[in-house]
Structure formats: C-alpha cells, structure tokens
C-alpha cells in the first residue's frame, strides 16, 4: 500500500472579510509552523485569493479555490476560469461540492467538465461526493457515490486521477454537526477506493480520499486514524484558528 501524505483543506465558502482574514490566516499559519507532516491548504472565496496568496507567501500552506468555470474565457458573466486561478498561484480547486450540485444544479456531467478543466489545466481537483440522508436511509449511498464517481471517470479518464483528491462528504453530515461515524465513513472510502480500482489499482491505492462533514476538533483524530481516510476537507471548523490548527495536527 502506498504512503499517502494526509491533506487538511480548509473550505471557509462564502465567509471572511479584507479585516477578518489577516489575523485569520496569520494565525493558521503561525501555528502550522511547529507541524510537518500533512499537506495544509486554504480555499477563501474568489475575491480573496489575493490577499491569502500574500500571506502564505514563505509558508508550507498552499492556496486552493472553492469553484471554477468548466470553460476557459469568453462572454460568461461572473465566472472564473481556471487560467485565473492558476494566476493567483492556486494548486487546488473543489468542484462539484454539494451546496453547488444542489443550490445550483451542477449536474454530475458538469461537475466532470469542472474536474477536467483543472486537470488539463495542471491544477488538482477536490472531487466531492456524497450521498443526501434520504438516499442513505433508502440504502442507496454507494449507487450514488458510484454514479458521482464515475460520471467522471468517464469524461476525464481514470488517468487523470493522478493529481486529484477525492473527498466523501454525505450531505447529511455537512454543517449540521452531524458527523458520520469513523466506520460509516472509511466503509465509503473504501467502496470509493474500490471503484476507483476496477480502472487502476496503482491510481486507487495512491488518491486521498478526505472526509468532510462536521469534522470537528474533537472528532478529527478518530476519522483520520481510518485506514482509507487520507485527510479531511473542512468548513466550520476552519474559520477557527485554533479549532483548524486542532485538526491539522490530527
Ligand atoms: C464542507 O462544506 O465542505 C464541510 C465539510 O462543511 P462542515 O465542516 O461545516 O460540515
């Protein structure tokens, strides 16, 4: 099995401001300083990536972004294209995070368009997946994270999973502080890992697969002591310094 270096990416959505963002970072950053180990990125919203780039300026944290067009440039009011992002120094970007599946209606064929615009870019995704409670309770999460999945194996090419992350955040666990149980969990990223393998065990076997979904500072050690839980993509969570320093140590 291959040594996955585990990821911690802060996913701070539509929050922060010009004011609120300095001591923020500066904070994750500073504390950061005495870990090694895992690989820490921030996603602000798109009119900060700026400024954060500026402050992690000499650190270890790298900058990520939480959206992106799945077209490169043209008459596409309020987009953002990948090319755009790359020029603010982002190495990361989530696509197909369940709020934009379901607040507006990314489609799971539009979500693998994202996905490959930023492979092809050389950037790497944040692949979200996950199942509603509804779904799950019908017993149906792993139909849904294998339709999720594999629209985009399909588009993009098992190969260029290379450079993405997968993360299963179930839709139920996301901001409500329900967190799904370590076993819950590591049993969807294993039928996650699994999937990946019927294309490319080598690809399977190296991917991080992270968990999202009230990861907490009390709650992180445990999901990420899961053999196939590599990291965790984190909201809430991540817009306390303290609370996300916390997790990164984890
Ligand atoms: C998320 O939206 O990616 C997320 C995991 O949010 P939270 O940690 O707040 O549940």
């Known amino acids: 099995m291959s040594e996955r270096q585990k990821l911690v990416a802060a996913n701070w959505k539509m929050n922060g401001s010009?004011?609120?963002?300095?001591?923020?970072?500066?904070?994750?950053?500073?504390?950061?300083?005495?870990?090694?180990?895992?690989?820490?990125?921030?996603?602000?919203?798109?009119?900060?990536?700026?400024?954060i780039?500026?402050?992690?300026?000499?650190?270890?944290?790298?900058?990520?972004?939480?959206?992106?067009?799945h077209l490169d440039a043209g008459a596409y009011t309020g987009e953002?294209?990948?090319?755009?992002?790359?020029?603010?120094?982002?190495?990361?970007?989530?696509?197909?995070?369940?709020?934009?599946?379901?607040?507006y209606a990314e489609t799971d064929?539009?979500?693998a368009e994202k996905f490959l615009q930023v492979v092809q870019s050389g950037l790497r995704p944040i692949l979200c997946v996950g199942e509603l409670l509804e779904e799950r309770e019908a017993g149906e999460t792993e139909d849904v994270?294998?339709?999720?999945?594999?629209?985009?194996?399909?588009l993009a090419g098992?190969?260029?999973?290379?450079?993405?992350?997968?993360?299963?955040?179930?839709?139920?666990a996301i901001g409500t502080g329900k967190t799904a149980t370590p076993e819950q969990a590591q049993q969807v990223h294993e039928f996650i890992r699994l999937r990946l393998a019927r294309h490319d065990s080598d690809v399977a076997d190296a991917i991080r697969i992270l968990y999202g979904g009230s990861v907490k500072a009390?709650?992180?050690?445990?999901?990420?002591?899961?053999?196939?839980?590599?990291?965790?993509?984190?909201?809430?969570?991540s817009l306390i310094a303290q609370d996300f320093l916390t997790i990164c140590k984890a």
């Not at 992002?85 to 599946?101: T, W």
């Not at 190969?159 to 179930?170: D, K, L, T």
Request: overall charge negative; glycine content about 8%.
């Open 145 to 154: 994270i294998a339709r999720q999945l594999d629209a985009v194996i399909e």
């Open 18 to 51: 010009l004011a609120s963002n300095q001591p923020l970072i500066a904070e994750i950053v500073a504390g950061l300083g005495e870990t090694s180990g895992s690989e820490v990125a921030v996603c602000p919203p798109f009119i900060y990536l700026s400024q």
């Open 218 to 237: 009390d709650n992180a050690e445990q999901l990420f002591n899961m053999a196939d839980i590599d990291g965790g993509l984190i909201g809430g969570a």
């Open 80 to 103: 953002t294209a990948v090319s755009m992002l790359k020029d603010f120094g982002c190495q990361y970007v989530i696509v197909g995070h369940s709020e934009r599946r379901s607040l």
């Open 158 to 172: 098992i190969e260029n999973f290379s450079q993405a992350v997968v993360a299963y955040e179930p839709v139920w």
């Open 109 to 111: 064929e539009r979500v």
């Open 53 to 69: 780039a500026d402050s992690l300026q000499g650190s270890s944290v790298v900058l990520g972004a939480q959206n992106v067009s």
